[in-house]
């Protein structure tokens, strides 16, 4: 009901004056085999169509994809403040649209450039971080595998701080896509990130009584039968792959990996069971109401998505840490 709601408020609020009945009557139609009429005129269908269902449906992939790639790292490193950016997603995305911008590819070919280039940076991130953990502490050692995360992240943000004040001219577009966005034209970027979270997803919900067993520690896991490191490289795999697609498209929007699956925890318990499809739906309404509140709150200006997921998250931690006992 909420990401009903959350798809229909998003595509009806804007400029334009469309009502949410109209506006879930085009959604309908949109549906092959669904013939819906409607008394919109063809601007205002056009509007639907090309600006606000993409962006809608694109905050709904993005939102889920970060929601339940931040339960599954939670799950996989039993840190409740664990996030999908944890082993350097954020930092080598940010790096590889950096490099990107500053190479002046943003509209070249049939991909653009800076998603691509965020997508690869934020693999070779947790790549680099995945290797460097098990040279010091084997597959095991979740520790370590942080600790590894940590080093990589400060190392690309090194560099590309670097970039950046040799490059001081793009420094503005730069922060705009960290800052995050969905802005869209079209339905290129659903089509573009859609694969990859959907294999994403996948993966995370079948490890979802794994994460479970996970949860009582890896020695008590092994000794139950789980192939604990095969599973948590599947699962930080997973959860990567959905991270790199959702920020190659929207940039760095930060605290829905913590905020949603720990609401979700609030409400349903945790077992991952529940955890995840609940995170999944929960965290693309939560992305598309922010997104709503990006696009209003300053109108006709808009505020980057990710200084408004910053702003909830900050009191966010503290409840987390009020009710951890509770909670975790």
Do not use: C, K
Not at 190 to 199: E, F, K, Q, S
Request: hydrophobic residues 55%.
């Amino acid at each position: 009901m909420a990401l009903i709601a959350s798809v229909l408020i998003g595509a009806a609020v804007g400029p334009a004056d469309i009502g949410l009945l109209d506006a879930a009557r085009a959604l309908l139609d949109l549906i092959p085999g669904v013939d819906i009429s409607t008394d919109l005129s063809e601007r205002e269908l056009g509007i639907l169509q090309v600006i606000r269902f993409p962006r809608v449906i694109l905050g709904v992939i993005v939102g889920s994809a970060l929601a339940i790639s931040g339960a599954a790292y939670q799950g996989v490193f039993r840190n409740p403040l664990a996030d999908p950016y944890l082993l350097g997603v954020a930092a080598g995305a940010g790096l590889g649209a950096t490099l990107a911008i500053v190479a002046g590819g943003g509209d070249q070919g049939v991909v653009p450039l800076i998603p691509a280039a965020a997508f690869v940076g934020a693999v070779a991130g947790v790549l680099l971080s995945y290797g460097l953990g098990r040279t010091v502490g084997g597959s095991r050692t979740v520790t370590s595998l942080i600790l590894a995360g940590v080093a990589i992240a400060a190392f690309l943000t090194a560099i590309q701080t670097y970039v950046q004040q040799r490059n001081a001219e793009t420094l503005r577009e730069v922060y705009d896509w960290i800052l995050g966005r969905l802005a869209t034209t079209g339905w290129d970027d659903v089509r573009l990130v859609l694969p990859y979270v959907a294999i994403s997803a996948a993966g995370i919900l079948l490890h979802r009584r794994a994460l479970d067993v996970m949860a009582v520690g890896d020695d008590e896991a092994a000794a139950l039968g789980l192939e604990v490191g095969r599973t948590r490289l599947i699962v930080v795999a997973a959860a990567t792959l959905g991270t790199a697609a959702a920020v190659a498209v929207a940039g760095l929007i930060g605290f829905v990996g913590i905020i949603v699956p720990h609401a979700v925890r609030l409400v349903a318990g945790t077992s991952y069971r529940r955890l995840l499809p609940l995170s999944a739906l929960f965290g693309g309404a939560f992305l598309v109401f922010a997104d709503i509140v990006a696009r209003t709150a300053l109108s006709p200006a808009e505020v980057p998505i990710g200084v408004v997921t910053a702003f909830l998250g900050a009191p966010f931690f503290v409840l987390v840490l009020r009710t951890s006992r509770r909670v975790i």
